[in-house]
């Protein structure tokens, strides 16, 4: 799939329908229009064209990663008359979590029967492969053993199973020994879990992809537009035909504003202090926690054929390390999971100090660190150990040694925590005060695995804004 090709308004990168690029409505060619000029610039920033922008929009979606995409996507091929646009404050879609994460087409196995979680996460695998077969977008289907390796771990390891077939994960099976070594043969267990629907893809690659159809069909992606305000017009745009048709203002860090009927926010890492801004509380709040993984060296990945994950410990808020091949054909190992002290901040040493205080003065921060110390302190520790984090790597392949391993990459999860400490793991849905909270929907929180689910999540996100904003 070839890069999008970009948009640049004044100083903002974006993209709007022309010919060849995609189509704009013509209710949206008749559009108040950014009177400045505008850029269309390729995927390398070299400058092809100029064009207008639309000021105006009847949606416009904020947030550029996987979930803020694919809800775009979705709204707009179910309401091809209207308007829509989504802002992302970043100069290109996908930069964070959709862009640093694992990769794994999760099958739905971990989570409890009849929530909404497990349904989202068993629709979203069967509506991620079909997308992915139908746009050419590769991915392996590479399979997960779930890995018991002391004898005490097989109920939790068969009451796994039982869920997973009660969620109608596909052909999920348990395994012996025997049958572990025939799949992963560097990899010794007691008793596996096999689930072989599991797999991996690049998901900045299909996010990207939910760009390219939003686009294509008359959507305006804006970048490098960060958004620092919501609010109701006073007054009417001057020499504006709409009058007040769009009411609300959504003001960005540089002073430039689009006005709009409705807005949804799926703004990630910082949906909480964007739901602020029209009112709403700062619960749940999001707290940042990195991941950083290992990676093993090029010449030992044949010890890896496909996933290889520990049995989940329930006393335990986090998975713990696993075995993840890449569509590169690297092996990722990890993660751990320690507070980041940026929201943003994927290397150690990342610092913010209005992120570092906003998470420990949270006295639901700190709820959770008191009912896990010693998990919390492992999980430091083996951040700072290369051989902490070898020595767990080594209970489902023995011979992986501290030389076959160097640091890898990171990424930055968006925990929604309660003020009672709890991980919050439902949607959360919130508007706002006066008038604004009408017209806004945040995305407070959409269950993990979100890249996995995104397409079911959009579903559900787009009928949500439709019963709201009657759409």
Same mark, same amino acid.
């Given at each position: 799939m070839p890069p999008p090709l970009l948009l640049r308004a004044g100083r903002a990168w974006g993209r709007v329908g022309l010919?060849?690029?995609?189509?704009?409505s013509g209710h949206q060619r008749r559009r108040n229009t950014i009177c400045l000029p505008v850029s269309v610039v390729d995927s390398n920033r070299t400058l092809i064209g100029f064009v207008s922008v639309s000021s105006t929009f009847d949606v416009v979606v904020v947030g550029g990663g996987i979930v803020g995409l694919a809800s775009a996507r979705e709204l707009i091929l179910r309401h091809p008359s209207l308007t829509f646009s989504v802002l992302e404050k970043e100069k290109d879609l996908a930069c964070h979590q959709s862009g640093h994460n694992s990769g794994v087409?999760?099958?739905?196995?971990? =989570?409890?029967?009849?929530?909404l979680k497990a349904k989202l996460c068993v629709q979203g695998a069967a509506l991620c492969y079909e997308y992915c077969d139908r746009k050419?977008?590769? =991915?392996?289907?590479?399979?997960?053993?779930?890995?018991?390796?002391?004898?005490?771990?097989?109920?939790?390891?068969k009451a796994l199973y039982e869920r997973g077939l009660l969620n109608s994960v596909r052909d999920l099976k348990l395994i012996s020994a025997k049958e572990i070594q025939a799949k992963e043969p560097f990899c010794r267990g007691?008793?596996?879990?096999?689930?072989?629907?599991?797999?991996?893809v690049n998901y900045r690659q299909v996010a990207l992809s939910y760009a390219e159809d939003f686009q294509e069909v008359g959507g305006a992606v804006l970048t490098d537009f960060e958004v620092t305000n919501l609010e109701m017009a006073k007054e009417s745009p001057s020499e504006s035909e709409d009058g007040m048709k769009y009411p609300v203002v959504v003001r960005n860090s540089k002073g430039?504003?689009?006005?709009?009927?409705?807005?949804?926010?799926?703004?990630?890492? =910082?949906?909480?202090?964007?739901?602020?801004?029209?009112?709403?509380s700062r619960e749940p709040r999001i707290v940042p926690f990195r991941g950083d993984y290992l990676v093993l060296k090029p010449e030992k990945c044949y010890m890896v054929k496909g996933h290889i994950y520990p049995v989940p410990d329930p006393q335990f808020p986090f998975l713990g390390v696993h075995f993840t091949p890449r569509m590169d054909g690297?092996?990722?190992?990890?993660?751990?999971?320690? !507070?980041a002290f940026k929201r943003e901040g994927y290397k150690l040493y990342d610092f913010s100090a209005r992120d570092f205080i906003d998470a420990v003065v949270y006295s639901? !921060?700190?709820k959770l660190v008191f009912r896990n110390v010693s998990y919390g302190m492992s999980e430091m520790y083996r951040a700072c150990f290369l051989s902490a984090q070898v020595k767990q790597l080594q209970k489902f392949i023995p011979e992986v040694t501290i030389s076959d391993i160097l640091r890898g990459?990171?990424?930055?999860?968006a925990q929604a925590l309660d003020q009672d400490g709890n991980l919050v793991d439902d949607f959360v849905f919130d508007g706002g005060t006066g008038d604004i909270g009408s017209r806004v929907l945040h995305v407070r929180n959409a269950p993990s695995p979100a890249a996995t689910s995104s397409l079911a999540i959009a579903k559900m996100i787009a009928d949500e804004v439709e019963r709201r904003f009657g759409l």
């Open positions: 010919p060849g690029l995609g189509r704009a087409i999760h099958s739905g196995i971990y =989570y409890t029967p009849g929530s050419g977008i590769p =991915y392996k289907q590479c399979g997960k053993l779930i890995v018991a390796v002391e004898q005490e771990e097989i109920p939790r390891l007691v008793m596996a879990l096999d689930s072989p629907y599991t797999g991996i430039e504003e689009i006005r709009c009927q409705h807005i949804v926010t799926c703004a990630g890492l =910082y949906s909480d202090r964007l739901s602020e801004i029209s009112g709403c690297s092996v990722w190992l990890g993660p751990n999971a320690v !507070l639901g !921060l700190w990459p990171s990424g930055v999860r």
